[in-house]
């Protein structure tokens, strides 16, 4: 799949590069040729105005001589009536009476003797009234051959430089193409995974109700007090599934972005008692020492029912991975403009090459945990979209065997 989008992309890339070139070099070619023939035209017209001036004054040509030009009067006859002395090249020249005499600039070949090829000329041709009711033509005509072999030369460097930017244009193209896929073969690797590893988690606990309400159906006589182990065991793997559609539905909606946020002000520091509320008996009971250090008017912009989401997630993985006797600090303040939430454990620790990954979805730093701490592998991945949604910050400090440390500045 990727390799033909690897290619269709790398031929839309080379087709960009191939048109942008081309344009540039027409572009360049078009402002050279009116740049070299810009000035050539403007003194052709300067000098046929200048020339009907002195003749309707009934002057002397005294326009002087410009090299590689010539000014010339044709009768009605069409015959050269007058040459101004030019240059020795129009002395070899068999010139024709001007087709096009309307003041316009045209380019005409015209044979000369040593030369095997015609030659380039552009002039310019006026008519001028006599009293005797006859028109003269007055023609001023210049040599323009070196000028068009540089711009011959000019537009066959750019056909040879853009055949050579064919070579370029693929190999930028492949290479952008390379480059755009990355995030998306990242993002497809990444679909994959969470697709199956989402499947294998919803798979267990699905074997597990399965495999449990069959041994109850074989003895449909006995009691719920003789079958409260499974019943037991069917309730447990029943709220781990809940809780895992539950994560698979807030990744799902957060990634589509229909997952809005209800943003309000609120007292933050209230927030943080009541959830540490909910976990003072649950310290009491797994015989850990729980602390709390709350500043008091803690007010910020957010949602309350995700940072409580959040609160909970940071203090269930606390509690969770830190042994009896253990201890787990909460602290909030403030800092500046932001406040700041820690949540410190003495537990088991994260290995430093783990770290980078806590984050990822269904990550588990020791995969042994996988079934026996009752997690979905979500919670982490949860935790830090609620911190980006409210344009805040979430890191983590962790030695093995010492504890960790979540920071989250919000």
Partial sequence: MFRKTLI??????????????????????????????GEIDEML????????????????????????????????NREIVHRLKGDPLFANVKLSYPE??????????MDIPQFDDPLQFRFVAVSLPTVTGD?????????????????????????????????IAIAAGYWLARR?????QNSWQAQQQFVADASHELRTPLAVIRARAELLLRDPKQTIEEKISDISTIY?????????????????????NQLELNIESFAFDSLVHEVAGHFKELAQIEQIYFQTEISPS???????????????????????????????????????????????????????????????????????RKRTDGGTGLGLAIAR????????????????????SFLVKL
Avoid at 180 to 184: D, M, V
């Fill in 8 to 37: 269709r992309l790398t031929l839309q890339n080379s087709v960009v590069f191939l048109v942008a070139i081309s344009l540039l070099g027409a572009w360049l070619y078009w402002f050279m040729e009116g740049q070299v023939f």
């Fill in 100 to 109: 096009q005499i309307d003041g316009k600039i045209h380019s005409v070949q």
């Fill in 236 to 256: 447990r793997e029943t709220r781990r599934l809940h809780k895992l559609v539950a994560h698979l539905l807030t990744l799902a909606r957060s990634d589509s």
């Fill in 385 to 404: 979209w609620i911190v980006e949604k409210h344009g805040g910050k979430i890191s983590v400090q962790s030695e093995p065997g010492k504890g960790t």
């Fill in 298 to 368: 803690l007010f910020i912009q957010g949602d309350r029912e995700r940072l409580h989401q959040l609160l909970v997630i940071l203090l269930d993985n606390a509690f969770k991975y830190t042994p009896s006797p253990g201890e787990v600090t909460l602290t909030c303040r403030k800092s500046g403009n932001h406040v700041l939430l820690e949540v410190k454990d003495t537990g088991v620790g994260i290995p430093e090459k783990d770290i980078p990954h806590i984050f990822d979805r269904f990550y588990r730093a020791d995969p042994a």
């Fill in 135 to 167: 028109s003269l033509v007055i023609q001023v005509i210049r040599f323009v051959g070196a000028e068009v072999a540089w711009l011959d030369n000019l537009r066959k460097n750019i056909i040879i430089g853009c055949c050579l930017a064919v070579g």
């Fill in 45 to 76: 017209l300067t000098r046929s105005k200048r020339a009907k001036a002195e003749l309707m004054l009934d002057q002397d040509f005294s326009t002087p001589s410009v090299p590689y030009t010539a000014v010339i009067l044709w009768d009605k």
């Fill in 180 to 184: 755009a896929l990355i995030p998306i």
